[in-house]
Each structure stands twice: as structure tokens, then as C-alpha cells.
């Protein structure tokens, strides 16, 4: 394998190591425009030029393989003169923008420029206008006058997702991107290019002119869209989710991620969120403090067990929990209750393709089958308990984010009950029809695990504040089930994180600490 010396210090580095790949693992910076690690190297905007001992002229980082005894240089006379060159030339015609351009901020551009570029301009010509608020698709906007014609945009759509919809026309000052003649950018993952333009030229409508990054908290987390489960950041500002962004991870998402999962959060931010205990008194479901609301539930309970015994009672959970939260459903209706009747309704379905997109749109749906969240021996399934209500056998049902009333089937069943509490944060059709309401929380607001569809076990870390009195859904279940005679004093959902590892074989070992960012995979 070849060595080769950049700056003074060697690395061995694998046959068709480019430069610039070489220095990035000696953490030496080489800055560049054009080049990402995940497209087609073009080599267009010069940014990366090196000097290369026995070459008579710079040559660029991340198209010029490394070959044995090579030896690089990135911080001489001539490269800074060359870099400062290139710098000069885009910012002949890039407009001074910086004070209204959402990038600013996390500009590739300013950075540079500060760091590499010219004190001052020399250029007292006319600049060159072109098109800006230019709409490319339903989800980005395009202002050509800032485009730096990277082409990483058109390399995206091209290479990574297959479609023709990015070129770039004319010549000189005057090339400009654009779609092609009758096309549209609205691919399912069209919002990377926002993400991968090094300056503001790409914008999201969803996120243009909402908020100054600099404001913005980002949050690790795993998007709730689907079972592919897609490493996130959630930003966050005056405890409201501003956007959604992908985070890397070569396993499981690289560095991408769909439109659908991006933009997918308008539910967590809405006003109607259920943000206090509701119990039913007559007609009405009222606000009450959560100590009346938890002793209403065990009041209820015990009554019926007493009268009806164990097995009038069931859980329904959903694959939007956690892995937590699914392991302590089941602990309290199994154990707690004296129940087998548990389990969770199918995940909705959508559309998929061959690269994230799963058909199942639930983020969890691995983990319901790996901690067993199903019907015990002698238990019943969901038809089986529909026909338990409707036949009277079952009294009681403890409903954690599923809306099963959103059937008609169901809907007519859950008027039956003597008891239907439900755990959720809207007021759904199955919580409209309940005797209890306990408000949870949802994906950005909670802290613990999701198993992918591939069995990777990841974490999710609270972005936001619980709304209003509503709690997360790991720690109501435990309060519920200590009114109910248990004693469970798990203070944190990593925690229980343990206690699974240590009681289910499929995640036989898995502590928070072994999943870290990344996540690791089921036993």
C-alpha cells in the first residue's frame, strides 16, 4: 500500500486514496467547494489545488490519487496565492447577501474567506444579476446570483438518486442552474441538495426565512417515518422543532435522507397536543392533575379485578414506541394486569423504493417482534380482542398510541367497555371514546431506543421540552403501574435499556453506552 507525506507526516493508505482523502485521516484541512465524499468527483471549482513535490504545478486534492513516496504540500506560498485566486473569482459576482441568506452562518463560502480569501476586492465593475427566488420544485428554492455552479446539486440527482432533473446552461458568468424543460426537482429526496450546497444559492421553502442557525439547538435523534430509521438532527428553537436534518451514518442512511421524513415533524409542533390528564365526568372529558387522573386509573382497575378478574384485561401498544416503553406495556399488562391479552396493530403502509424508504411507515415495528410485545400463551390478538369486547369478556383496555377507533369495527367495540384508558398526545378517536386520557409525548420529547427494520437498535435523546403536563410514555406507564401494586423505580429510560439487555436474548448486552450515535445491532 502506498505511504505518502502531506505537510511533513506520513500515512499508509489504501490503493485509490485520492489526496484530499489522505488528509482528511490526519486531520489536515484541505478546503474544498465541489467535492463530497458520496458523489462523482468533477474537480471543477479549484478550491482543493495542492502542491505536489516534483509536479511544476498545483494540482487538485480530490482527484489526484496518492502514489508511493508522494510528497504533499498545503499551506505554501503558491497554494495560498491559488486559493485566494479562486476565491476571488466567485466572489466577483456573489452578492453581499450574508445579513438576509439563510446560510449564513454554516456558509462554506464565508468560512473560506475568511479563512483563505482576499482582505479586499479589487473588482468596481457591474455584477453579473441573475434569477433569485427561483422555485426548482415543491420543496426548493433557487437563487442563481449566489450559485457557485459546485454542480454538487446536479451530481446528486444524478449519481445517488437516478434522475435527470439538474443541469446547468450557458456559459462563463452567465452558466446558471436550472431544471430541464418540463421537469421539476421533486424526486423524494430532492431537499439534499439544500443540505450539501456549500453556500445559500438552495434554500427549502419549509425553512427559508424561519429562523438564524445560530439560534438553533441540534439534537441527535432517529427519524419516526419509517422502519429504515434514518439518523436525524433535530433543530430546535423556543422549544419548537425548526428542522430536520440528516445526520450521518454509513450504516444505515449515509448521508441522506427522504422529504417525506424531513419535513414529516408539523405534528409535533401543532397547538392541539394533549397537555393535561382528561377524565370523563358525565358527557365530558375534563382537565384534572395528573395525581386525580393516575388514581382514577388504578381506582378503575382494581375495581374490575376484583369483580372480573385478570383476564378482563388487555394492552394495545404501537411500533412508534420504544423499545422501552413496549417492554414495560408488556411487563404491565402481563405482569401487572395478570394479563396474556397484548399486543400491537400492524404499522401503516406507504410507498418504498429501493434506497431509504421502507414500506412500513413505523420506526419500531422490528422491536415490537423482538421483545415479544405479542399475545402470551392463551392470549388474545387485536381480532381476538374485538371479539372480547364485543362478547363481554374483556372489561378493560389500555390503549398506548394506537388508534384502533379509526376502524368502524373498533369503534363500535370500544363503546362497550366498562373501562378504556388510552395513553396518547392527540385526542384520537379511541382517546374521544375513553374514560381516561393520559397525555405522552412524541419522538422529539423522549428519550430511549428504536430497532430498524435491519435489527439496528439507536437512540433517541429529548430534543424539546414535554408539553404543557404531558410526560413521556415510559415514565406514565410506570406511574400507572405503581398505583396497580408494582414497584418500579426505573429513573431513566437507559435504565430499562439495561434491564432489557439483560432479560430479552435478542438484545442480550445492549446498554446506552453500546448503542452510542451510531447504534449497534440485535444479538
Not at 479586499?120 to 455584477?127: H, I, Y
Not at 441527535?220 to 430546535?236: F, K, L, R, Y
Not at 397484548?342 to 414500506?359: A, K, S
Not at 390503549?399 to 376502524?407: E, F, K, L, P
Request: charged share 25%; proline share 7%.
Amino acid at each position: 500500500m502506498p505511504t505518502v507525506k502531506i505537510d511533513d507526516r506520513d500515512i499508509t493508505v489504501e490503493p485509490g486514496t485520492t489526496i484530499i482523502q489522505a488528509a482528511e485521516r490526519l486531520a489536515i484541512e484541505i478546503p474544498y467547494f465541489c467535492y463530497h465524499p458520496k458523489l462523482q468527483v468533477e474537480a471543477n471549482c479549484r478550491m482543493c489545488l495542492v502542491k505536489v513535490d516534483k509536479i511544476p504545478r498545483p494540482v487538485t486534492a480530490c482527484s489526484t490519487v496518492v502514489t508511493d513516496g508522494m510528497a504533499v504540500f498545503t499551506q505554501t506560498p503558491e497554494v495560498e496565492k491559488a486559493r485566494k485566486g479562486v476565491l476571488e473569482f466567485i466572489l466577483i459576482n456573489h452578492p453581499l447577501d450574508c445579513p438576509i441568506c439563510d446560510q449564513a452562518g454554516e456558509c462554506v463560502l464565508q468560512e473560506y474567506t475568511h479563512d483563505y480569501g482576499p482582505d479586499a476586492s479589487r473588482f468596481l465593475e457591474e455584477k453579473v444579476h441573475k434569477p433569485k427566488k427561483v422555485p426548482l420544485g415543491p420543496h426548493v428554492m433557487f437563487d442563481a446570483e449566489r450559485c457557485i455552479a459546485c454542480t454538487r446539486c446536479i451530481r446528486f440527482c444524478r449519481d445517488v438518486v437516478g434522475e435527470e432533473e439538474l443541469g446547468i446552461f450557458h456559459r462563463g458568468d452567465r452558466q446558471v442552474i436550472d431544471v430541464f424543460p418540463g421537469r421539476e426537482l421533486r424526486n423524494n429526496y430532492s431537499a439534499n441538495v439544500v443540505d450539501i450546497c456549500p453556500v445559500g444559492a438552495l434554500t427549502t421553502r419549509e425553512f427559508r426565512f424561519r429562523c438564524r442557525v445560530w439560534f438553533l439547538q441540534p439534537v441527535e435523534s432517529i427519524c419516526p417515518g419509517c422502519s429504515n430509521g434514518c439518523n436525524i438532527w433535530v433543530d430546535t428553537y423556543q422549544n419548537k422543532i425548526q428542522r430536520l436534518r440528516p445526520r450521518i451514518n454509513e450504516d444505515v442512511n449515509e448521508h441522506w435522507m427522504c422529504d417525506a421524513g424531513r419535513f414529516g415533524f408539523a405534528y409535533v409542533n401543532r397547538d392541539d397536543r394533549l397537555k393535561t390528564p382528561l377524565v370523563r365526568k358525565g358527557d365530558q372529558l375534563v382537565p384534572v392533575s395528573w395525581d386525580e387522573a393516575l388514581h382514577r386509573c388504578a381506582q378503575a382497575f382494581q375495581g374490575l379485578r376484583q369483580v372480573h378478574g385478570p383476564l378482563a384485561f388487555a394492552g394495545i401498544g404501537s411500533a412508534h414506541l420504544t423499545n422501552e416503553e413496549l417492554f414495560l406495556l408488556r411487563r404491565m399488562v402481563q405482569e401487572v394486569f395478570g394479563s396474556p391479552h397484548v399486543d400491537v396493530p400492524p404499522p401503516p403502509e406507504g410507498d418504498e423504493d429501493d434506497f431509504l424508504i421502507r414500506r412500513d411507515k413505523a420506526p419500531n415495528a422490528r422491536g415490537v417482534a423482538a421483545l415479544h410485545c405479542r399475545p402470551a400463551a392463551g392470549g388474545l390478538d387485536l381480532p381476538g380482542m374485538r371479539e372480547g369486547v364485543r362478547s363481554g369478556t374483556l372489561k378493560a383496555l389500555y390503549v398506548v398510541q394506537a388508534d384502533v377507533a379509526a376502524d368502524p369495527g373498533w369503534r363500535e367495540a370500544l363503546s362497550q367497555l366498562e373501562c378504556l384508558i388510552v395513553q396518547d398526545i392527540f385526542l384520537t378517536e379511541t382517546a374521544k371514546l375513553a374514560q381516561i386520557v393520559l397525555p405522552g409525548v412524541s419522538f422529539a420529547e423522549k428519550e430511549g431506543t428504536f430497532t430498524n427494520y435491519r435489527g439496528r437498535v439507536q437512540r433517541l435523546r429529548p430534543a424539546l421540552k414535554p408539553f404543557g403536563l404531558s410526560k413521556p410514555d415510559w415514565q406514565i406507564l410506570c406511574e400507572v403501574a405503581n398505583r396497580l401494586g408494582a414497584s418500579w423505580s426505573y429513573a431513566s429510560a437507559p435504565i430499562i435499556t439495561e434491564q432489557i439487555g439483560r432479560e430479552v436474548a435478542a438484545f442480550a448486552g445492549i446498554t446506552y453506552e453500546k448503542v452510542g450515535s451510531l447504534g449497534i445491532a440485535l444479538a
